[in-house]
């Protein structure tokens, strides 16, 4: 097992699988394989992966953590501590604790407001990816980005 950095005021580590690091996130898919306990959270939960130039998992934080129904995300927040960790890009994923992975409105507002924020700090926005119950949808995929 590898250890992934989790950026808070200090570093802490999560355990997580070797074969799931030390190469470029390809997909949705395998972001899902990483956090997917998330569908198992009673709250809306945010996490942002801070990646490098070859989109591998720098570090990652929760950014947030809501209610059972919605969570507030301040994109101006989640690009400070991106810049802060010296990714080139990320990836936020976000948990809907009904089992949907529809997005909701509040959800696509915030990642078009990620993408923007994205493009004039050269930091895209790689993916925006909702959790549920055994399943995820990426603004990606869908091509919401």
Known sequence: MAYLKELKVTFTRKRVDDDLLNKPVESPGQVFALFKDMQDETKEKVVVLHLNPQLEILSYEVAAIGSATA????PVE?????MLARASSLIVVHNHPSGHCKPSEADISIALKLHELGEIHGMPLQDFIIIGDGKYGSFRE???L
């Open 71 to 74: 969570t507030l995300m301040e």
């Open 78 to 82: 989640i690009y400070r501590n991106a």
């Open 142 to 144: 869908q091509g919401r």
